[in-house]
């Protein structure tokens, strides 16, 4: 028996530009994105912007920015256009109008002329006299203006509510969870005072229109879910498929926000270091861990083929930085090292690390990134590594840790080992050495791990270096010289 083929689904993400974008955002766009490639269908890019007074302008372009670094791209959207356009909910105002007078045509919403201080007044009351109802009391509903205007609180420019029956239905089905139970919802605004549509309103029409099969959002819209619901039915459209995934937590179970955590913001990973694939890899595992003896490096392309719903992990994902910091180790060293060179170079020229490199800037970390790619847990950690390289001879400082490592015979090792080099004519790693382990190991008798720790304190200043003899053949003979004679004069 064959397998029935997927329908193709419309997905959407609906972020709003309020400031830097959330992790969330990706995580949601992941998830949309798979589906939509599962099933030969479309991703949408919708930009949710009628909050007008959290708005921030280059906000938008931050989004489209880090979710294109992800590779997380859509079909549709505000800037590559698509049959359902505008994208953007702001441009769409015309749009919404129409369906809010149908409504209260039907009797399914009312104007409500209610002060913003008379509500903040109800809800101090409901909540001193602990009601186990609470939300809009409805003195609006069946009043006309002049009605209204009689009574006290009353606002010039009202808003539109909608009418929730006392019977609304509160269960649904969720491709994630299942049957799923929401509380019963409060007479929502659905157009504000301003005419803009409040969230709930504009979703519904949008993901109409624009013909999205699926809805994927996080849990904490599973109360919202009946009231959109009631819309669909209201003004006879077809309800899509829900799925509301877990939200992700931070390490003491509380849920992640910019505010608390700079993890959340989406930036943050870029800044840091971290590469694209690793980022996505580690998202992957947040929402649908493998099962036990599955691998936990995977590619997209093998996130999608494997793709079920029910897989998807309902219990909120802790974001474990410490999963994520292992994966993105093993991405680096997974590179070629011209591969890792660009992206270390283009995380510096991101960060302004590196705004316009020099050609020796670029020589070095090209020719160094072999060296330290096995120690790389993030791309920011390249310059730090490498620093000895691109150091002036005079400005490198012997750290005191280092100084304590040097043995009561460091200068003869130094000496031994300038006049060595000096003689040397070709200037390579093999070289270089084969000619200190002949002249420190055979000459002298000096153990080999400790016949080169002065040549490693004096090059670098540092106890710990990336390979020592590749270093010299990259810092080149005669700064190699200059440094290890300021060390013997120290001494």
Same mark, same amino acid.
């Given at each position: ?35 939509? !490639?599962? $099933? ?11 909050? !007008? %007074? ?8 931050? @989004?489209?920015?880090? /979710? ?44 409500? #002329? ?55 239905? /509160? ?76 939200? +992700? ?6 849920? @992640? ?28 595992? +947040? ?7 599955? %691998? ?5 392309? %093998? ?17 474990? &930085?410490?999963? *994520? ?51 790389? $847990? ?48 070709? #200037?390579?790693?093999?070289? @270089? ?21 002065? /040549? ?11 390979? +020592?003899?590749?270093? *010299? ?13 300021? &060390?013997?004069?120290?001494?």
């Amino acid at each position: 028996m064959t397998e029935e083929p997927l329908m193709p689904a419309r997905m959407r993400v609906a972020p709003s530009p309020t400031g830097d974008p959330h992790v969330g955002t990706a995580y949601m766009s992941l998830f949309n994105l798979a589906w939509a !490639r599962k $099933t030969g269908g479309a991703f949408v890019l919708r930009i949710e912007d009628t909050d !007008r %007074q959290r708005y921030v302008p280059e906000s938008e372009q931050q @989004i489209f920015a880090t /979710l294109r670094w992800l590779h997380l791209g859509w079909d549709e959207g505000p800037d590559v256009g698509g049959p359902y356009a505008p994208y953007r909910q702001s441009e769409r105002l015309d749009t919404y109008r129409p369906f809010v007078d149908q409504l209260i045509a039907d009797g399914h919403a009312y104007y409500c #002329w209610c002060s913003t201080e008379r509500l903040a007044e109800l809800r101090a009351q409901q909540q001193a006299s602990k009601q186990a109802v609470t939300g809009y009391d409805r003195l609006c509903l069946g009043k006309t203006r002049e009605e209204r205007a009689q009574l006290p609180g009353f606002s010039e420019t009202p808003v539109v509510r909608m009418l929730i029956p006392d019977d609304v239905p /509160l269960a649904f089905d969720d491709l994630v969870r299942g049957p799923v139970s929401a509380p019963h919802p409060d007479d929502q605004v659905i157009l504000k005072a301003d005419g803009f549509p409040t969230y709930h309103m504009a979703v519904v029409v949008d993901d109409h229109l624009m013909g999205i099969t699926h809805v994927v959002r996080g849990e904490e819209w599973i109360s919202s879910t009946p009231k959109h619901i009631l819309l669909y039915r209201w003004l006879g459209w077809q309800v899509p498929a829900f799925a509301h995934m877990p939200l +992700l937590r931070n390490t003491d179970k509380s849920k @992640i926000s910019k505010r608390k955590n700079p993890a959340a913001r989406l930036m943050w990973f870029r800044e840091q270091g971290y590469l694209p694939q690793a980022l996505v890899n580690f998202l992957q595992l +947040l929402g649908y861990p493998p099962a036990e003896g599955e %691998q936990e490096v995977a590619d997209f392309d %093998q996130f999608v083929a494997g793709f079920e719903w029910s897989k998807v992990n309902t219990v909120g994902p802790v974001f474990d &930085l410490d999963k *994520l910091n292992w994966l993105n180790g093993h991405y680096i060293r997974s590179l070629s090292p011209e591969q890792l060179s660009d992206a270390i170079l283009e995380h510096l020229a991101f960060t302004g690390v590196w705004p316009e490199p020099t050609e020796e800037q670029v020589r070095v970390l090209r020719a160094a990134t072999p060296l330290v790619q096995e120690r790389l $847990t993030l791309l920011s950690e390249a310059p730090a590594k490498i620093a000895f390289l691109l150091a002036a001879d005079e400005d490198i400082e012997i750290a005191e840790d280092a100084r304590a490592t040097l043995p009561p015979n460091a200068a003869e090792v130094l000496d031994a080992s300038i006049e060595a080099l000096a003689e040397l004519p070709a #200037w390579s790693h093999d070289e @270089i050495q084969a000619k200190l382990r002949s002249v420190l190991v055979e000459g002298l008798g000096v153990k080999p791990k400790f016949a080169f720790g002065p /040549l490693r304190v004096g090059v670098t200043g540092s106890r710990v270096s990336p390979p +020592l003899f590749e270093s *010299l053949e990259i810092l080149g003979k005669a700064s190699t010289l200059e440094r290890l004679r300021r &060390l013997r004069n120290q001494l």
